[in-house]
C-alpha cells in the first residue's frame, strides 16, 4: 500500500522519497566500522562526517535536476536563503554523533515549504529501513501504513535534549516534565523522537535548540499523524525565517508540555 499523494505534489514526493533512499544507502556505506566517516569539527564544535557532505551535495544536485527553480537550504550547504515561495529544507544526517557511534537512530529528512509552511516531508532510517511520508491534507504514512499519534492525555514518554545526559543537574524544564508524570527519554537526534511522536510511541518532544532543517520534514510528519508542532511561545513555526527551539507533541498534552518550558 502506498502513502496517498496529493496532486499538486505528486511529481515532488516521488523525487523526495527517491532521494531519501540514495541518501540511506550512503549512509549505509559510512556506517560500516571499517569504512572512515572523516569527522570533522565546525565552527561551533558540533561534528560533521562526510556523509553529511556527500548527501547534502546530492540532494542539491537532484532537485536542481527536477524542479530547477526551487532554493535549497542544508545543514551543511545551500542553494538559497530563507524566505517565501518554495524551498526545500534538509538535514542531511540528523543525529550525527548518534551516527559517528552507529547507535541506529539518525535520519536523512528533507521538508518542502511554500510561503513558510511545510507541505510535504519525508525521512528515513536507513538502518530499521523506516521511510516516514506525509503531503498536506492527506495523512502521515510509514513504509505505506498509515500512522497517527498517541491518544494519551496525560503520562507517556516526551523526548528531550542528549545533552540532559550530560548535565551535572537536570535543566528545570526535566523536572517539570517528570513532576506531571511524563518520562524523559534523551538521546542524539531530533528528527527520530518527531517521528516517535507521530507513530504514537513518544507523547511529545521538547526541542530546546532546534533550526529549521531539524524540524521541517518532522513537522508535517507529525501534523499529518494528528499531532501538533508549535515554537515554545505556542504561535505557528515560520519556516520562511530561522528559528530555534519547538515543541512537538499529540496535540492532548500539548499545553503541559508548554507549561513545562515556561520560566
Known sequence: MEGIRTPEFKKELEVAKSIALKAGEIMLKYYDVNVDQQVEAKADQSRVTIADKEINRFVIEELARHFPSDAVIGEEESTGEYGMGRRWICDPVDGTESFIARAGRSMFSLGLVIDGKPVLGVALNPVTGKLFEATKNHGSYCNGERINVS???????????????????????????????????????????????????????????????DIAAAHIIVEEAGGKVTGYDGRELDYS???????ISNGLVHEKLMECIKE
Not at 158 to 185: H, I, N, Q
Not at 241 to 247: L, Q
Request: with cysteine.
Open 151 to 213: 491518544k494519551n492525555i496525560e503520562g507517556g514518554q516526551v523526548g528531550v535534549s542528549d545533552k540532559v545526559r550530560k548535565a551535572a543537574t537536570p535543566p528545570e524544564y526535566v523536572k517539570k516534565l517528570v513532576g506531571f508524570g511524563f518520562e524523559p527519554m534523551s538521546f542524539n537526534g531530533a528528527v527520530n523522537k518527531a517521528c516517535l511522536v507521530a507513530s504514537g510511541e513518544f507523547v511529545g518532544n521538547l526541542q530546546v535548540s532546534a533550526k529549521n532543517y
Open 241 to 247: 525565517r530561522p528559528f530555534r527551539s519547538a515543541i
